[in-house]
């Protein structure tokens, strides 16, 4: 186990240029500021260092609302956005024998997709991909989808912009005003589904309001079994 110090001051730490990437970032972004304790505890739960940008983020950002709050990625924790210890269940105090076994969610959009970092054995929590890689459970087709990208890679490629090219037909016009005012625990449902021929066809066609997320994971996970796809899992709490 490392101490907090050993995690946090480390040569040639990671924000400095993380920083530069976000200000140059071609998605719309928001930094929210941290909780200072609050970020100092996740980042010492997670034990991993700022040379990292997934601990340079955790200790240094409340998170990040990317393309107006359409993507919420989990860092320190604010007012505005819950932190990657609620998300992922942590321990209230330090506890070094706990740890995230199925993997950590690191990200959710508005319909309830999931973006997740695999943890040490992917296939024994039914996910694709290798130990350390991001995964996305889509609410279009209900199941886990490998991308090949490390955290690091993964937030470097949603800076690239835009976002359209990866989420395509399940924006509609008029989307961002849409989300507009979205709470950090809120998201779009959707009806017919995302995962409905229809949907799939022609988002304009669906009726669209806002819902607390944890409803559109739930209804995610449902519908997986349903369908007879594996068990999704831990689908964050948020």
Do not use: K
Not at 123 to 140: C, H, I, K, L, T
Not at 142 to 152: Q, S
Not at 172 to 178: D, T
């Amino acid at each position: 186990m490392r101490e907090l110090s050993e995690l946090a001051n480390v040569p040639d730490p990671a924000w400095p240029a993380l920083t530069e990437r976000l200000a140059e970032s071609r998605t719309p972004l928001e930094c929210l500021p941290a909780d200072p304790e609050t970020a100092r505890a996740c980042l010492l739960q997670l034990q991993v260092t700022t040379r990292s940008w997934l601990g340079s983020l955790v200790l240094n950002c409340g998170g990040l609302l990317l393309d107006g709050g359409w993507l919420r990625i989990y860092a320190g924790g604010s007012p505005e956005l819950p932190g990657l210890a609620r998300v992922n269940g942590f321990p209230a105090e330090f506890d070094p024998g706990w740890h995230a076994s199925g993997g950590l969610v690191v990200a959710h959009d508005v319909l309830g997709g999931v973006f997740a970092l695999n943890g040490i054995d992917p296939a024994a929590s039914g996910r694709p991909g290798q130990p350390g890689e991001v995964v996305y459970f889509a609410p279009d087709a209900l199941r886990w989808e490998a991308l090949d990208v490390g955290h690091g890679d993964w937030l470097a490629w949603l800076l690239t912009g835009p976002l359209d090219g990866f989420y395509g037909e399940l924006r509609w016009p008029g989307w961002r005003e849409e989300i507009a005012g979205l709470g950090g625990d809120e998201g779009i449902s959707v009806v017919p589904f995302p995962w409905s021929a229809e949907a799939q066809q022609d988002m304009t066609a669906t009726s669209r309001r806002r819902v607390p997320l944890t409803e559109l994971l739930d209804l995610g996970r449902e519908f997986s079994g349903r369908f007879g796809e594996p068990d999704p899992g831990f689908l964050g709490a948020v």
